[in-house]
């Protein structure tokens, strides 16, 4: 494995009793902390979508990529996967807070590398060179008026015939059921992140990537939504074990998304943003709410 890594992106600092990348604090780019708990997160966050994803690790039909990118790794396992099952491949990942949690034996055809997709990534990063380039779940660190340059500049990385693949949370929870209401705490939740969040990003956005990507020049656009259960109350037992996982996984996030924008952007207190989430677990577990995160 290869490491190309500045010092100034190790950097935490310590807010609200959660650690948080100073650089992305500083510039307000990634405002999620990157601790543990927030690694173990996105650590299940994995398990759990590649579960989902039938163990796929993209669906693009490519025999055999042989120059991959990874845009905001996150904790490294989807690149790590894929430099593991494409041992002749090279594989480049990339995320504003490089992770050092990465295991010592890492193939030598990985390289992780820092860097802000809120940048330019021509021409750091060579035009007409990858065969498959993924993005997933990067939009609470991505600024609104970004989006249409970020996926040009990945079409122009691309190879002739070449693929992307992005994902995208879209973070209003829904409920299957139709009995969430305003006065649940799921909903103020998050009616507040979309409203502290939409300033400058777009939490939506992945209700129009598929727009995006046709804008960007990109052809034979597919578009797939998935309705991840919050909580193991679908018939289909597949879903049914995605909604158990996902019940925790999506408590944690509800703290690890809220306590910068609601305490800095809302000025709410910790103990505030606490009490929120707290009840907004407790709703989360009730299966008569047929909760679900449109990814």
Not at 262 to 281: D, I, N, P
């Amino acid at each position: 494995m290869a490491e190309t890594v500045s010092g100034e992106f190790y950097e935490l600092v310590e807010l609200h009793d959660r650690e948080f990348q100073k650089f992305s604090l500083d510039n307000e780019i990634y405002c999620v902390p990157v601790d543990t708990e927030e690694e173990e997160r996105l650590e299940n966050q994995h398990q759990i979508l590649r579960y989902l994803f039938d163990s796929r690790l993209y669906f693009p039909p490519i025999q055999y990529p042989t120059k991959v990118l990874d845009c905001g790794y996150g904790r490294g396992n989807w690149a790590l996967e894929m430099a593991q099952t494409y041992p002749d491949s090279e594989i480049t990942a990339v995320d504003v807070y490089p992770t050092n949690e990465l295991p010592d034996d890492q193939p030598d055809n990985l390289e992780i590398e820092a860097w802000d997709l809120n940048q330019p990534l021509t021409p750091t990063y060579k035009p007409n060179e990858y065969d498959l380039i993924h993005s997933r779940l990067v939009a609470p660190g991505i600024k609104r008026d970004r989006w249409r340059g970020y996926i040009r500049d990945i079409v122009r990385l691309l190879k002739r015939g070449g693929w992307v693949q992005m994902a995208e949370f879209y973070y209003i929870i829904q409920s299957d059921s139709g009995m969430l209401t305003d006065e649940h705490a799921l909903m103020q939740w998050s009616n507040g992140y979309r409203y502290t969040m939409e300033r400058d990003r777009d939490p939506r956005v992945g209700r129009h990537l598929g727009q995006l990507m046709r804008s960007a020049g990109l052809v034979d656009v597919q578009e797939v939504t998935y309705r991840m259960p919050i909580g193991g109350w679908s018939p289909d037992p597949k879903l049914q074990w995605v909604g158990e996982q996902n019940l925790e996984n999506i408590g944690t996030m509800l703290d690890s998304l809220a306590i910068w924008p609601f305490t800095q952007r809302m000025g709410w207190s910790k103990e505030q943003v606490a009490a929120l989430t707290q009840r907004a677990r407790a709703e989360a577990a009730d299966l008569r709410l047929k909760l679900y995160i449109p990814l």
